[in-house]
């Protein structure tokens, strides 16, 4: 039962540098999504998809850029790292329909000096 | 703009006790609520979604009530369980699938 996978679990980039953060999953779901979660803020929308082909900003979008690649696969990239984006990264996805629970993958820890 | 908040932050009890945690919203025009459960270093779990129309919802040991019209949700643990340590987040749906969040509620349960 694999779920959505995230990768890397760990990085560690230098000011500047670019970056793309992987999501999949394996439930069939047309909706996936980007959350940051920092100390004292919670957790935070980046970005969202509704369905392949489509993409839509969040509450923190600057700085990041997204990819619906294909109906499993929802990447992350950031272009020039800034330390404000140390965080750690959730890829969820859920399903067809509203009221429907949003599942996520086990985080990707994010630091940049 | 929606804003949710977790009373309290922190909670440690006896193993055995029964629990409440809450969670507030200012908007009420929500389709859901949802809550979750955090273990240290991992990714959130769904535990209950209560729709907008419903009232409460149960799994097992977990008791949730929505009232929308005050804003306001709580979440009953009955008889916890060392194993129910964890962060527990409220988080509400509102238009496209957007979730917004709680700080979450760290539970401790002492053996």
């Known amino acids: 039962n694999a779920g959505v996978t995230q990768t890397p679990k760990f990085q560690v980039l230098k000011t500047g540098q670019s970056m793309t953060l992987q999501c999949a999953q394996d439930?069939?779901?047309?909706?996936m999504y980007w959350y940051r979660q920092d100390p004292g803020m919670g957790l935070r929308l980046i970005y969202y998809?509704?369905?392949?082909?489509?993409?839509d900003k969040g509450e923190v979008p600057n700085g990041y850029n997204v990819s619906r690649l294909n109906k499993r696969e929802f990447s992350l990239r950031l272009e020039s790292a800034a330390p404000s984006q140390t965080s750690v990264y959730f890829c969820?996805?859920?399903?067809?329909?509203?009221?429907?629970?949003?599942?996520f993958g086990d985080g990707t820890r994010l630091s940049i000096l | 703009k929606q804003e949710v908040t977790q009373i309290p932050a922190a909670l440690s009890v006896p193993e055995g006790e029964n629990l409440v945690l809450n969670c507030s919203f200012t908007?009420?025009?929500?389709?859901?609520l949802q809550w979750f459960r955090q273990d240290p270093g991992k990714g959130l779990t769904s535990l209950l979604l209560?729709?907008?129309?419903?009232r409460e919802q149960t799994s097992g040991r977990l008791n949730a009530s929505l009232d929308k019209s005050s804003g306001r949700s709580t979440l009953y643990i009955a008889a916890s369980q060392p194993g129910d340590s964890a962060t527990y987040l409220c988080?509400?749906?509102?238009?496209?699938?957007?979730?917004?969040f709680g700080e979450g509620t760290q539970l401790t349960v002492n053996p």
């Open positions: 969820a996805s859920s399903g067809q329909y509203s009221n429907q629970p949003q599942h």
């Open positions: 439930m069939n779901h047309n909706s």
């Open positions: 998809s509704a369905s392949e082909g489509t993409t």
């Open positions: 908007d009420s025009a929500i389709y859901n």
């Open positions: 209560i729709q907008s129309s419903q």
């Open positions: 988080a509400v749906e509102t238009s496209g699938s957007r979730l917004t």
